[in-house]
């Protein structure tokens, strides 16, 4: 099994449709998305959908107030990132295909920056960050490690995963 994959969740501004930013999301990733709508929140997985997260980065600034975005590589590693409204990361988190751990912008202020944007105690992204590489990739195990980064975020992922698959439309005439 592989985990080659996209997750990311998205808090759309107030008044955004969920399913009108599902289908935008569908037709910028041009595949299926998998996703669950709670309220002004989806969370949404692509399997084999690592470019997910730009195309979530792209779409945000006109649909969301935050995100969160994960790519997982399989044993070529994972990258998550804490995304603000005008798409951009404030903060991110990889591990690579050897196991290395934090980049240089996983700092106190960029976990910081990350935690004010969701409301939580810096202490808690702090608590992952100290040990976010010690299992490293973890290729073939769906969800690990990136979203124990969610989970500290207050943002744990749907348990159990009950989804609507939504599949990109296409153009009239193709």
């Known amino acids: 099994m592989s985990s080659f994959s996209g997750w990311a969740v998205v808090d759309l501004k107030d008044g955004r449709d969920p399913g009108e ?3 935008a999301l569908a037709a910028a990733h041009d595949a299926a998305l998998d996703v669950v709508v709670e309220g002004a929140r989806v969370f949404v997985f692509a399997d084999f959908g690592v470019t997910l997260s730009s195309a979530v980065e792209k779409l945000l600034p006109e649909w969301g107030a935050r995100a969160i975005a994960a790519s997982d590589f399989d044993e070529h590693g994972v990258t ?3 995304l603000g409204p005008d798409g951009a990361a404030v903060h991110t988190a990889s591990i ?5 751990g934090l980049p240089e912008d996983d700092t106190p202020e960029s976990r910081r920056a990350a935690a004010a944007l969701f409301g939580v105690e810096p202490s808690a992204l702090d608590r992952v960050s ?7 990739a973890q290729p073939c195990v769906l969800g690990v490690p990136y979203l124990t980064w969610w989970t500290a975020l207050g943002v744990p992922w749907p348990q159990p995963f009950e989804s609507i698959t939504v599949e990109p439309e296409k153009a009239s005439g193709s």
């Open 80 to 82: 998550n990132e804490v």
């Open 96 to 100: 690579d295909e050897e196991g290395g």
């Open 21 to 23: 930013f599902v289908r």
């Open 130 to 136: 100290a040990t976010w590489s010690e299992g490293g």
